[in-house]
């Protein structure tokens, strides 16, 4: 975090009471990478947790057969050397340092309760990982990517792919009770940012085991549940009837890159960081 701590500190962070670091897409990775250092910088009796949105980026081959995203990963571990917030039981292992900056590795290693939101069909990842541009795409593909109700058969059979990498990740840590998760079947990508947005209004909000995503977020961070884990994982598409099956409007994206967009309102009275992966050292306070 750099200087950033000193900084925070004069801003009220000495002070918090409670604390959810939060992020979406780049973010929400670089909420899993930063999470336990997050919470190390509390006392004990602050309440400290971690939301990572659309941050569970998987390591799998793109329709061409190549692996996309574990090029893009290998330049940014190597560009930004981030070598020194990589999980060091990955990097004791002896495996690549690009291996240890995929989310499925860094789940492993965290020590702080976190709710790892995701789309098991993620449509940044549909584009960019499954179908990227240099995979020379068919327009069968084209339209397959922009709009997951246009896929035939075959291409929701290669996107089960996608969402099986996922789960499997997650599951492989199935004893840290840090880890918590909701994982639906919605062609989307960060779910949890706007307050408008068809995520989070009831009764079209999608659901899981009969909650939408603000109940499940607001049982696991205010500790209503039976379990302090929070796990649901959704059926493969189209088998949810509760999806919205279109992406958040574009003008939420711009937004949200730009810091325009209003947070849910279950972060009103939380102390909230977010982190981009090109920006890791300058947390921004909402």
Same mark, same amino acid.
């Given at each position: 975090? +750099? ?31 930063? $999470? ?17 949105? =659309? ?7 793109? @329709? ?35 291996? $240890? ?8 290693? @965290?020590?702080? =309760? ?37 896929? #035939? ?14 789960? !499997? ?25 706007? !307050? ?13 085991? #009969? ?11 205010? +500790? ?14 189209? $088998? ?27 972060? !009103? ?9 090109? +920006? ?7």
């Amino acid at each position: 975090m +750099g200087g950033g701590p000193y900084e925070l500190k004069q801003k009220g962070l000495a002070c918090s009471e409670q604390a959810l670091l939060t992020g979406c897409s780049a973010g929400g990775l670089a909420t899993l990478l930063h $999470c336990n250092d997050f919470r190390a910088r509390f006392p004990p009796e602050v309440l400290v947790k971690c939301l990572p949105d =659309a941050g569970f980026f998987v390591n799998v081959k793109d @329709i061409s057969g190549q692996r996309s995203m574990r090029s893009v990963y290998s330049g940014v571990v190597h560009l930004q050397n981030v070598t020194g917030v990589l999980p060091k039981d990955c990097l004791l292992a002896n495996k690549d340092p690009t291996e $240890c900056f995929f989310p499925a590795e860094i789940i492993k290693s @965290i020590r702080t =309760a976190t709710f790892i939101l995701n789309s098991a069909y993620d449509s940044w990842q549909v584009k960019n990982v499954v179908a990227p541009d240099r995979s020379s795409l068919h327009e069968s593909w084209r339209r397959c990517r922009a709009d997951i109700r246009s896929c #035939n058969s075959s291409q929701i059979q290669v996107l089960n792919g996608l969402r099986k990498a996922m789960v !499997d990740g997650l599951k492989a840590v199935g004893d840290n009770e840090n880890c918590s998760w909701f994982i639906d079947s919605c062609f989307s990508h960060c779910q949890a940012w706007f !307050d408008n947005s068809p995520w989070n209004s009831s009764p079209v909000a999608p659901r899981l085991g #009969n909650k939408t995503l603000v109940e499940a977020v607001g049982d696991w961070y205010f +500790g209503r549940s039976p379990s302090q884990v929070v796990r649901e994982i959704g059926c493969e598409y189209p $088998c949810n009837p509760t999806c919205n099956s279109h992406q958040l409007p574009s003008q939420f994206t711009t937004e949200l890159y730009y810091g325009k967009a209003k947070h849910n309102k279950l972060y !009103d009275h939380i102390l909230v960081l977010e982190w981009k992966i090109n +920006g890791m050292d300058n947390p921004r306070i909402h």
